[in-house]
């Protein structure tokens, strides 16, 4: 009886460290819906989605992503909730909360506007005699937002860019800024082929920036994580691999206009 009870008591114990080893590598990601980079719909969930989950298996870690409103996604992530979040723009006051990885994502943001009404713009101060849209949550750059917060800009936040396309085709408003390709994705997905059509981008680019994944400064092993991400993520740009993500999204804009 003493052997049995000792035999089950190990084979707890065991059952428990792997337990606790399996949790110690699984990563839980707050992520906003951002397709084609993040797609709360596509079976790999976009292509930085598939990106990191790649990276980080390559470390020994699985990962889970959490779709939030981004402003959800990264107070969670501030208070510890989960172990990163991703993707986000520098911002000088978000270093307060979080470390921030090596550069993951280039992003261009530019301006749609309809074809029957073009935009033209060299500084952020001429778009404001236009009626914009924006989506809640985001981040246009400093200049931008300073011209919001200036009340320079005549801007009305909505939920999502889809929304902002079906306002524009409604007279609603006049352009909104967003990522060349995340708007060429949802304008291909969401409305029909004559609708889209319909729909262009001004060629200057509103802002041209990198992103990064966002590891909270609440959790201890946060510095570790962050230098194992960024050392596995060279190593795939060194590799050639990390291009292979972007290949078939690159300038998803060509052929649009």
Do not use: C
């Not at 779709?67 to 270093?95: I, Q, S």
């Amino acid at each position: 009886m003493k052997r049995y009870l000792t035999m089950l008591l190990v084979s707890l114990f065991t059952w428990i460290e792997a337990v606790t080893a399996d949790d110690t590598q699984h990563l839980s990601i707050a992520v906003g819906d951002w397709p084609p980079y993040f797609d709360q719909e596509a079976p790999d969930q976009g292509i930085v989605a598939q990106l990191l989950r790649d990276v980080f298996a390559e470390e020994g870690f699985t990962v889970s992503y959490h779709f939030l409103p981004w402003k959800r996604a990264y107070y969670e992530a501030a208070m510890g909730k989960h172990d990163a979040t991703a993707v986000w723009m520098h911002a000088e006051e978000r270093e307060q909360d979080f470390t921030f990885s090596d550069p993951v994502l280039k992003e261009r943001f530019v301006v749609f506007h309809l074809k029957d009404q073009p935009v033209s713009w060299s500084r952020v101060e001429d778009l404001s005699d236009l009626r914009l849209g924006g989506s809640i949550g985001y981040s246009y750059g400093s200049a931008f937002d300073q011209a919001v917060e200036d009340d320079l800009l005549s801007i009305e936040w909505v939920a999502s860019t889809v929304l902002n396309f079906r306002r524009l085709l409604f007279d609603r408003i006049d352009a909104f800024p967003e990522e060349i390709n995340v708007g060429y994705h949802i304008l291909r997905r969401e409305l029909d082929p004559e609708e889209a059509s319909r729909i262009t981008h001004h060629p200057r680019p509103l802002l041209e920036n990198e992103s990064f994944v966002l590891f909270p400064k609440t959790r201890p092993d946060t510095a570790q994580l962050t230098d194992r991400f960024n050392e596995r993520l060279q190593a795939f740009r060194d590799s050639g691999r990390y291009n292979h993500y972007f290949e078939s999204h690159s300038q998803a804009s060509a052929g649009s206009n």
